[in-house]
């Protein structure tokens, strides 16, 4: 067998960094080289393996995120936005491929991490489900194709613990669709509607619930006054976005410098 990719998982305590360190795990072409917690965290320097209910595997959970960068041919990113700025000058100062696959970005987020690409591979992936990567594209195809009598609804439910909202797949639909219609300078608007105001024309129109367990739903609906597309995705569970991650890891090593999306994964 060729040598295993050794891959570390910045957030590794966290709901996704657990199941990615459960796939790494169980994958013979992977090695995990470390995993980390923000500083303070009870989880500290505990063994990777016993959080994820295994056997000890001599790998403590860091929270010093330079531990990640130093042996990793790649680093998956599942931890929180505000950790984003010192990951990313780390992937630049050890010229490390990342898997940017955390939400709730800001545009100074985005501009940092355009400014580190030429310095590293970098895949930024605020869904790394390969249905919604399909999805993305499907949208800005049915974008280009409709009229603008066809309003058009981002609509998504994420379980009660999601913290950002609309979600970072919600966004990136929305930027499927202004793709899709350019030129033509559509606009955001969050729901709801003012009482006895109309809905203002040429605008995508976004609408969050937040309930129970749900791993994430989302529609895009492009809706004249005679009929109705709905294009629609549902992940049963949460493992759809640690096995894209790793797919994800695997094709970036191969890549020059350069900021990617889950749709060069898929292109390739
Ligand atoms: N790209 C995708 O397809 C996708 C899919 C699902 C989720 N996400 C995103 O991925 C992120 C994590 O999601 P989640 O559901 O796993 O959330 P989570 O359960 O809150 O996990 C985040 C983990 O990161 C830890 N953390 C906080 N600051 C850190 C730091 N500076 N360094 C390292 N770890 C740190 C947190 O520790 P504490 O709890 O102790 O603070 C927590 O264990 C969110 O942004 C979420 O929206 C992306």
Request: aromatic fraction near 6%; proline fraction near 6%.
């Amino acid at each position: 067998m060729n040598r295993q990719i050794k891959l570390a998982v910045a957030g590794c305590t966290g709901k996704m960094g657990r199941l990615v360190v459960q796939e790494i795990m169980a994958a013979p072409d992977l090695l995990l080289t470390a995993g980390s917690t923000r500083v303070g965290s009870p989880y500290s320097d505990k063994d990777v393996g016993e959080l994820i209910g295994s056997k000890p595997i001599g790998i403590n959970i860091t929270s010093a995120p330079q531990t990640l960068f130093k042996e990793a041919d790649c680093v998956i990113d599942f931890s929180h936005p505000y950790a984003l700025t010192e990951h990313l000058d780390l992937a630049v100062l050890y010229g490390k491929p990342m898997v940017v696959a955390v939400t709730g970005l800001t545009e100074d987020h985005k501009r940092q991490m355009l400014e580190a690409s030429p310095k590293c591979p970098l895949l930024y992936a605020p869904n790394t489900s390969l249905g919604i990567t399909l999805l993305l594209s499907l949208v800005e195809q049915v974008a280009r194709a409709l009229p603008d009598s066809f309003d058009v609804d981002v609509v998504e439910i994420h379980h009660r613990h999601k913290k950002d909202a609309p979600s970072g797949t919600s966004l990136a639909l929305g930027q499927a669709i202004k793709k899709g219609k350019e030129g033509q300078n559509y606009a955001d608007y969050y729901y709801p509607l003012p009482a006895q105001e109309l809905r203002p024309t040429s605008t995508i129109g976004y609408s969050v619930s937040r309930s129970g367990g749900f791993p994430g739903d989302h529609s895009v609906v492009f809706a004249s006054e005679g009929e109705v597309i709905e294009l629609k995705h549902r992940s049963f569970n949460r493992q759809i976005y640690a096995q894209g991650a790793l797919k994800a890891a695997r094709w970036l090593i191969h890549q020059q410098p350069g900021l990617y999306s889950m749709k060069d994964v898929l292109a390739k």
